[in-house]
């Protein structure tokens, strides 16, 4: 079992700024991933977040836009760079352990 | 078309009554999640599937790996389950990136 905490739970930024977005793990797990969910859609892989390795971004996502730090086995980083209205979304951390995926609360981003 | 379609997309429901939300997918499939979502955006795993049938509570999945669907159903509905349901499945190929369906949105009413 895992439990997962994100901060912040949401925010409200100006258009051009970047937020970064911590998630936690009480667990040590090798894969943690990362969502967005843009408003009436389902969840989009941003990205899969290995210790010790760079992130892999899925199409349409990119590093620059999106910077991921993994720096140990219970923690990572999402960034969100210079950011638009069409950033707004919740973005969700995500673990993976054998037999079993757990998701953090979410972070519910408004970009004024 | 999407690898993963949920049916039906919304769904009301009385107090009491038995409620069903189905899931179907494309692809070969190492396992399905059925996920809770609630409106402040988190989400809980409910189920984890990969053949059979799970029960927990008064939730039960079953899914049918032959025909490629799955199904949630939930007994005695109460409005606290009032939420989004989604699929989510891990397709073959050793990755354990998942595919999400689009969700059930379920509202049970007292």
């Known amino acids: 079992s895992a439990v997962i905490s994100q901060k912040p739970s949401r925010d409200i930024c100006q258009r051009g700024t970047s937020l970064t977005i911590q998630c936690q793990v009480d667990s040590q797990v090798t894969m943690m991933f990362w969502y967005r969910q843009q408003p009436g859609q389902s969840l989009t892989l941003i990205a899969t977040a290995n210790q010790g390795s760079e992130a892999t971004y899925e199409s349409g996502f990119v590093i620059d836009k999106f910077p991921i730090s993994r720096p140990n086995l219970t923690f990572s980083t999402l960034t969100v760079s210079n950011m638009s209205p069409e950033d707004s979304s919740i973005y969700l951390c995500?673990?993976?352990?054998?037999?079993?995926?757990?998701f953090g609360p979410g972070t519910r981003l408004t970009v004024l | 078309k999407n690898e993963v379609e949920q049916s039906p997309q919304n769904l009301t429901a009385q107090e009491g009554e038995f409620i069903t939300i189905n899931c179907s997918y494309s692809v070969g499939i190492s396992a399905l999640h059925w996920l809770q979502q609630h409106p402040g955006g988190g989400i809980v795993s409910l189920f984890m599937?990969?053949?059979g049938k799970k029960k927990h509570g008064r939730l039960i999945a079953t899914i049918n790996i032959q025909e490629k669907h799955s199904s949630l159903h939930i007994t005695a509905s109460h409005p606290r389950d009032s939420a989004v349901y989604i699929c989510?499945?891990?397709?073959?190929?050793?990755?354990?990136?998942?595919?999400f369906g689009k969700g059930t949105k379920l509202t049970v009413n007292p």
């Open positions: 599937l990969s053949s």
């Open positions: 995500s673990a993976y352990l054998p037999n079993e995926q757990f």
């Open positions: 989510a499945v891990r397709p073959q190929g050793g990755s354990e990136k998942l595919v």
